[in-house]
Nanobody, 114 residues
């Protein structure tokens, strides 16, 4: 099983980033997919979740209206479009697959700073 995140980086406040997660080694369309984040000294928190068919999503209150999670079951990928980024969005972002098992990627760093 592999989950490989990409797309992180340094961006100014108000900017945008698009994170991607490529999955392999399991039946992707049987799993709900999520993005979590963890800032230094803080607990990991759920940012966004999408169900296995891509028909339902949920978001952390602080990112609603700014972030959008999507998935492509044909390509085994999940994405997180992040707009209007704020310094408080700075964290390591992790992709998670949850179904019969729970799998994690290695993370991609997002830094929002001027």
């Amino acid at each position: 099983v592999q989950l490989v995140e990409s797309g992180g980086g340094l961006v100014q406040p108000g900017g945008s980033l698009r994170l991607s997660c490529a999955a392999s080694g399991f039946t992707f369309n049987w799993y709900a997919m999520s993005w979590y984040r963890q800032a230094p000294g803080r607990e990991r928190e759920l940012v966004a979740l999408i169900n296995s068919r891509g028909t339902s999503t949920n978001y952390l209150d602080s990112v609603k209206g700014r972030f959008t999670i999507s998935r492509d079951n044909g390509k085994n990928t999940v994405a997180l479009q992040m707009n209007s980024l704020k310094p408080e969005d700075t964290a390591m972002y992790y992709c998670n697959a949850r179904g019969a098992g729970s799998y994690w990627g290695q993370g991609t760093q997002v830094t929002v700073s001027s």
